[in-house]
């Protein structure tokens, strides 16, 4: 008798339609290949068992006395997955009632799985071995498919796609530098798009920028004053930055010789830092409006403006200080009304909230922190 042998190293079969193995008769593993074939198409197991199951045919109708079956491994490594397939060889003899002396074609689809024929052959006699090879992963379809299935995935298309075609751009983009006269800036800006968008990639900036504008078109149609707040407080920012130039600019005319670092360093904060607690009041009162609308305000959010104003207060000391625009009673005296107006708020809207907060809130709270 000639048994085909179907063999599954890895135990596809199992894992994926629950088939109890091994599989033995012409029936059964015909089952058994359409439930993995339903399963999983691209599986290379289904060729090899439908494979074992041509054979079968082919030697039946030439009145041999055949079987056909289906042995499997594991997925824990090929120590446990070949001796997992010597037991079931082992079932597969055991069922087979001849009295003629059995021999073995055994049917793979690589070289993984033929690792396992000494294994069947301390068993059983092996009259051959047939590797099954898919015709179709030979041809250029294969590679057009594969390809197509690559350029249509969007992440592909992302991640590959665009830089190589930074790179097919660097020789055209030298041609026109050159007649251009400016081949460097041509070249270093085709170089800065390239790290740029690695880093981007990397960092995933790309995927913070969308969360980012969806978040700023839902507060834009939800009408948040938030929004509206930001907006502002860049303005004011930028023009903090360009009164704090100014400012410096001044300090170097009225100066004879370089200025120290503080000196900088102060000039750039006197000049801009009432721009500055301008911004940072915009965005806390935006903020507790918001927090007001939506009935989730709390007493101590209020803190963040006068908490702002503190700041303020205590570097535009500092910096005077530095620039000797005040004294020393002038800088002490602010440092002390900046730290007791944070510390008046801190204490005065605690107190507020012990007294007029939401008691479920409270007691939300305390539980929390238990």
Same mark, same amino acid.
């Given at each position: 008798? #000639?048994?085909?042998?179907?063999?599954?190293?890895?135990?596809?079969?199992?894992?994926?339609?629950?088939?109890?193995?091994?599989?033995?008769?012409?029936?059964?593993?015909?089952?058994?290949?359409?439930?993995?074939?339903?399963?999983?198409?691209?599986?290379?197991?289904?060729?090899?068992?439908?494979?074992?199951?041509?054979?079968?045919?082919?030697?039946?109708?030439?009145?041999?006395?055949?079987?056909?079956?289906?042995?499997?491994?594991?997925?824990?490594?090929?120590?446990?997955?070949?001796?997992?397939?010597?037991?079931?060889?082992?079932?597969?003899?055991?069922?087979?009632?001849?009295?003629?002396? &059995?021999?073995?074609?055994?049917?793979?689809?690589?070289?993984?799985?033929?690792?396992?024929? %000494?294994?069947?052959?301390?068993? &059983?006699?092996?009259?051959?071995?047939?590797?099954?090879?898919?015709?179709?992963?030979?041809?250029?379809?294969?590679?057009?498919?594969?390809?197509?299935?690559?350029?249509?995935? %969007?992440?592909?298309?992302?991640?590959?796609?665009?830089?190589?075609?930074?790179?097919?751009?660097?020789?055209?983009?030298?041609?026109?530098?050159?007649?251009?006269?400016?081949?460097?800036?041509?070249?270093?800006?085709?170089?800065?798009? #390239?790290?740029?968008?690695?880093?981007?990639?990397?960092?995933?900036?790309?995927?913070?920028?969308?969360?980012?504008?969806?978040?700023?078109?839902?507060?834009?149609?939800?009408?948040?004053?938030?929004?509206?707040?930001?907006?502002?407080?860049?303005?004011?920012?930028?023009?903090?930055?360009?009164?704090?130039?100014?400012?410096?600019?001044?300090?170097?005319?009225?100066?004879?010789?370089?200025?120290?670092?503080?000196?900088?360093?102060?000039?750039?904060?006197?000049?801009?830092?009432?721009?500055?607690?301008?911004?940072?009041?915009?965005?806390?009162?935006?903020?507790?409006?918001?927090?007001?609308?939506?009935?989730?305000?709390?007493?101590?959010?209020?803190?963040?403006?006068?908490?702002?104003?503190?700041?303020?207060?205590?570097?535009?000391?500092?910096?005077?200080?530095?620039?000797?625009?005040?004294?020393?009673?002038?800088?002490?005296?602010?440092?002390?009304?900046?730290?007791?107006?944070?510390?008046?708020?801190?204490?005065?809207?605690?107190?507020?909230?012990?007294?007029?907060?939401?008691?479920?809130?409270?007691?939300?709270?305390?539980?929390?922190?238990?």
């Amino acid at each position: 008798m #000639l048994l085909v042998l179907c063999v599954d190293l890895d135990d596809d079969l199992g894992r994926k339609t629950g088939f109890s193995t091994p599989v033995i008769g012409r029936a059964p593993v015909e089952e058994a290949a359409v439930a993995l074939a339903t399963a999983d198409p691209e599986d290379s197991d289904v060729n090899v068992i439908f494979q074992g199951l041509h054979v079968y045919d082919d030697l039946a109708d030439r009145d041999e006395n055949v079987e056909v079956a289906v042995v499997t491994g594991n997925d824990q490594g090929d120590v446990s997955a070949n001796r997992e397939v010597g037991d079931e060889v082992d079932t597969v003899l055991a069922s087979l009632s001849t009295a003629e002396d &059995v021999t073995t074609l055994v049917v793979t689809d690589g070289a993984q799985d033929e690792s396992v024929i %000494p294994i069947i052959r301390s068993r &059983v006699p092996i009259d051959g071995v047939r590797r099954v090879v898919v015709r179709q992963a030979q041809d250029l379809e294969s590679m057009y498919y594969t390809i197509k299935q690559v350029l249509d995935d %969007p992440e592909t298309r992302g991640t590959v796609l665009i830089p190589l075609g930074i790179l097919l751009l660097i020789y055209p983009l030298a041609l026109i530098g050159t007649v251009l006269d400016m081949p460097g800036f041509v070249l270093g800006m085709t170089s800065a798009l #390239l790290g740029f968008y690695l880093i981007s990639r990397g960092l995933g900036l790309g995927d913070r920028l969308d969360t980012a504008v969806e978040r700023a078109r839902r507060s834009l149609y939800a009408g948040r004053t938030t929004l509206l707040a930001y907006v502002v407080a860049a303005a004011l920012f930028v023009l903090g930055g360009v009164s704090g130039v100014d400012t410096l600019e001044g300090v170097q005319r009225s100066t004879a010789g370089d200025l120290e670092v503080p000196v900088m360093l102060a000039a750039l904060v006197n000049g801009s830092i009432l721009w500055l607690a301008a911004a940072g009041l915009t965005t806390s009162l935006g903020q507790i409006t918001d927090e007001y609308i939506a009935g989730s305000l709390e007493w101590r959010y209020l803190n963040a403006p006068f908490y702002v104003l503190s700041i303020a207060i205590v570097l535009y000391a500092v910096s005077a200080f530095f620039l000797e625009e005040v004294g020393i009673t002038y800088l002490a005296t602010a440092l002390t009304a900046g730290t007791l107006l944070g510390i008046m708020s801190t204490l005065t809207f605690a107190v507020a909230e012990s007294w007029f907060g939401d008691p479920e809130r409270e007691e939300g709270t305390r539980a929390e922190r238990v």
